[in-house]
């Protein structure tokens, strides 16, 4: 089945700090990847849907100053918290899908933000 | 708008005791996919199932099955003689079929804990 990787699966950094996270599709090509965070004990809540070549599309209350999204191939998008602080601890799910398919998701990305 | 309930917060059985997790969506899509995904405590999501909306058949797999209703908009999912490896938050979620088949609605989960 399809594979989608996400780097790394856990980060731990200081407070004031850029963190990238990366999302690839190893055997398909993504024309739409998405963006998830999950809280503690809460459900995934989709931050972007971003496609190839162009500019994501944030969800309403989403910075997009603060979650900078760069989809530049069809394998890979990238996750960047800027300046990140500990309110932007959580758990960062990536998903990939090809056209209209169902998605496919990453194992994840724990951010600890001291 | 999508919508989906998981009213069930947190399920507690004993070992080999049925359980059944209740799903119910709303959407004015008449095409459209249901999912259902087990995160285990180490985070990343099991996909479990995946039904279209025109096909409302039943399905079984090993331990696991699952009851789609269109008329009452519920896609409940069962687990037959539950194993303490079962225990996980389990998720109900729906997308559009044609125009975003990529982007889920997800429930906020059911907590499931299967004690021995």
């Known amino acids: 089945g399809a594979v989608v990787s996400q780097h790394p699966s856990w980060v731990i950094c200081k407070s004031g700090t850029s963190v990238k996270i990366e999302c690839r599709s190893l055997?398909?090509?993504?024309?739409?990847m998405f963006w998830y965070r999950q809280f503690p004990k809460q459900s995934l809540m989709l931050m972007a849907t971003?496609?190839?070549?162009?500019?994501?599309?944030?969800e309403q209350g989403v910075e997009k100053d603060k979650f900078l999204i760069n989809h530049a191939s069809l394998t890979l998008s990238t996750l960047t918290v800027t300046s990140a602080h500990p309110e932007d601890s959580s758990f960062y799910i990536c998903?990939?899908?090809?056209?209209?398919?169902?998605?496919?998701f990453g194992d994840g990305t724990r951010l600890s933000i001291l | 708008a999508q919508k989906v309930t998981q009213a069930q917060t947190e399920i507690s059985v004993v070992e080999k005791e049925d359980v059944t997790l209740d799903c119910v969506y709303e959407?004015?899509?008449?095409?459209?996919?249901l999912f259902w995904y087990k995160q285990p405590p180490s985070g990343e999501l099991v996909f479990l199932i995946r039904?279209?909306?025109?096909?409302?058949q039943n399905e079984i797999s090993g331990r696991y099955s699952w009851n789609f209703q269109k008329s009452t908009s519920s896609f409940n999912f069962t687990i037959t003689a539950s194993q303490v490896v079962d225990s996980a938050v389990y998720f109900c979620?729906?997308?559009?079929?044609?125009?975003?088949?990529?982007?889920?609605?997800f429930g906020d989960g059911t907590t499931l804990t299967v004690k021995p």
């Open positions: 998903s990939a899908s090809r056209w209209n398919q169902p998605q496919h």
């Open positions: 055997d398909f090509q993504a024309t739409t």
């Open positions: 971003s496609n190839e070549g162009s500019k994501a599309t944030y």
């Open positions: 959407t004015r899509d008449t095409t459209y996919y």
């Open positions: 039904r279209n909306s025109f096909d409302e």
């Open positions: 979620a729906l997308s559009e079929a044609v125009n975003n088949a990529g982007k889920s609605t």
